[in-house]
T-cell receptor, first 112, second 114 residues
């Protein structure tokens, strides 16, 4: 399973763009990259998933370079409610079992 | 569309007892995965069921078991509870037929072992 490395914590202010980078040097060909958000005492919430290049949805963008050894989650104009732990995951083989490996995550703190 | 539901939300047990937790996946989802979350170990994968069969298993002792019913609802059981089993137990469901990363988590069951 691909191991991921991401910053332990990040601080930001309301209205700023936040970019969280995740390293996954031994990502496999079949692996996708997925980001989850978790608030205290709640289950993780799916944010975005991608395989290569750029993916955008209504809440975030995911940038994946050609070598796929890293990825960057971009949160535009964060608010206080975006304070949470963000997890980068790699894996979930296509057609196989669904086994997510969570790292330590990045604690994002947004202030006024 | 209803989300993933877990019951009970909170549970207090004593060492040596056993416990059964329940999870109802999103309608149409056939895969149910279970995770344990503790402050020290983070989120750890327990096992995954798909169409009533265990398809993946994490590194947990045999005291942790599970099953899935024909309606995709799942239960997990922990026997001979230990203090270290105190954790938030999360269930996640997905369609299970392609890349498995897009899973939808329930609110969890907070288990406290005294």
């Amino acid at each position: 399973l691909a191991k991921t490395t991401q910053p332990i914590s990040m601080d930001s202010y309301e209205g700023q763009e936040v970019n969280i980078t995740c390293s996954h040097n031994n990502i496999a060909t079949n692996d996708y990259i997925t980001w989850y958000q978790q608030f205290p005492s709640q289950g993780p919430r799916f944010i975005i998933q991608g395989y290569k290049t750029k993916v955008t949805n209504e809440v975030a963008s995911l940038f994946i370079p050609a070598d796929r050894k890293s990825s960057t989650l971009s949160l535009p104009r964060v608010s206080l409610s975006d304070t949470a732990v963000y997890y980068c995951l790699v894996g979930g083989p296509v057609g196989g079992g669904n086994k997510l490996t969570f790292g330590t995550g990045t604690q994002l703190k947004v202030e006024l | 569309k209803a989300g993933v539901t877990q019951t009970p939300r909170y549970l207090i047990k004593t060492r040596g007892q056993q416990v059964t937790l329940s999870c109802s996946p999103i309608s149409g989802h056939r895969s149910v995965s279970w995770y344990q979350q503790t402050p020290g170990q983070g989120l750890q994968f327990l096992f995954e069921y798909f169409s009533e069969t265990q398809r993946n298993k994490g590194n947990f002792p045999g005291r942790f078991s599970g099953r899935q019913f024909s309606n995709s609802r799942s239960e997990m059981n922990v026997s001979t509870l230990e203090l270290g089993d105190s954790a938030l137990y999360l269930c996640a469901s997905s369609k299970g037929t392609s890349n498995g990363n897009e899973q939808f988590f329930g609110p969890g069951t907070r288990l406290t072992v005294l």
